[in-house]
């Protein structure tokens, strides 16, 4: 880069000219260090929830949304009676090392994907078939199958969505997720234990 293209008489000039060129590229190195350091953060960043049951592991990769104003059931975030992602991005992924039981519906082991169908008064957990899609191509001929899911009192909104394992022993837990005020869960056991009996 030529910044000074002149013929200059005196050293000055030229020593000028130097500086003036050096703080201009130090200047522009500054602005794009500063605009890379500033890059905003993914919006719904990724995140892992993982459990230790029946002597296997179940993972279960998603991505985080925020409220940012808006509320579970509006319809520019998760409309009632309709599919939604459970997440934020790729379809939410189900993996688990051995088979089990999401309250009555046996899910092989194996990798597959998270939907739930949420209204005012109930949400269902749907297991589907179809792996490594972007999370809004839902495609209900591969459900696995649908389970209803329980729900929980909250005591503040949650901006954050989150996908946890609760309450997790050597045969069983919970799958919660959790976002605004709605908390909801399935009992994931081993296929022989009756889930009543924790």
């Not at 000219?17 to 919006?43: D, E, F, H, I, Y």
């Not at 509320?71 to 379809?91: D, L, S």
């Not at 749907?126 to 209803?148: A, C, E, F, S």
Request: aromatic content about 6%; glycine content about 6%; some cysteine.
């Amino acid at each position: 880069m030529k910044l000074c293209n002149f013929n200059f008489r005196n050293n000055s000039s030229r020593v000028l000219c130097a500086a003036v060129t050096a703080l201009v590229l130090v200047s522009a190195s500054a602005r794009v260090n500063a605009q890379a350091a500033g890059a905003a953060p993914m919006p719904s960043p990724p995140a892992t929830a993982t459990a230790t049951v029946a002597g296997g592991t179940i993972d279960i990769k998603y991505n985080t949304p925020h409220l940012r104003g808006r509320h579970v059931g509006g319809p520019e975030i998760v409309p009632y009676g309709q599919v939604w992602r459970t997440g934020a991005n790729p379809a939410t992924t189900l993996i688990t090392s051995v088979p089990l039981m999401f309250g009555t519906l046996m899910v092989p082991a194996g990798t597959h994907t998270i939907y739930t169908l949420p209204t005012a008064d109930s949400w269902q957990l749907i297991i589907n078939k179809q792996t490594g899609q972007w999370g809004t191509d839902y495609k209900q001929d591969m459900d696995l199958g649908r389970v209803p899911m329980k729900s929980k009192a909250m005591s503040a909104p949650q901006e954050v969505m989150s996908i946890t394992f609760e309450n997790t022993t050597a045969v069983s837990t919970e799958l919660h997720v959790r976002w605004d005020t709605t908390d909801r869960y399935v009992i994931i056991h081993a296929q022989q234990v009756d889930p009543a009996v924790r």
